[in-house]
């Protein structure tokens, strides 16, 4: 089972980057798949999740309103739309996946099955 996040980068704030994850190995449905973000010296933060089966999705409160959750089921792909980003924003940001179901809250960090290698998104002026 695989996990290949892209898209991260270096932008200002105010603009917006996609990040991508493609998976490869997984039984597309049975699993749900998210976002965590690490920003340098703090505790690794889960920001989203979608749901493969009802594409529930779920958004921690620092992001909600800015970020969006998307997937391609042909594709077994998902998306994290970033707008408004904020320096805060600022971190390595991991796609995961797990049998978990994606509800109304964020799944704790050690209860994630797979991890991708992540990918640093910075926001600076």
């Known amino acids: 089972v695989q996990l290949q996040a892209f898209g991260g980068g270096s932008v200002q704030p105010g603009n917006a980057l996609r990040l991508s994850c493609a998976a490869s190995g997984f039984t597309w449905g049975h699993v749900s798949y998210g976002w965590f973000r690490q920003a340098p010296g703090k505790e690794r933060e889960g920001v989203s999740c979608?749901?493969?089966?009802?594409?529930?999705?779920y958004y921690t409160d620092s992001v909600k309103g800015r970020f969006t959750a998307s997937k391609d089921n042909a594709k077994t792909t998902v998306f994290l739309q970033m707008n408004s980003l904020k320096p805060e924003d600022t971190a390595v940001y991991y796609c995961?996946?797990?049998?978990?179901?994606?509800?109304?809250?964020?799944?704790?960090?050690?209860?994630?099955?797979?991890w991708g290698k992540g990918t640093l998104v910075t926001v600076s002026s």
């Open positions: 995961v996946a797990t049998n978990l179901h994606c509800a109304d809250y964020m799944w704790p960090a050690a209860t994630i099955d797979y």
């Open positions: 979608i749901s493969t089966t009802d594409g529930n999705t």
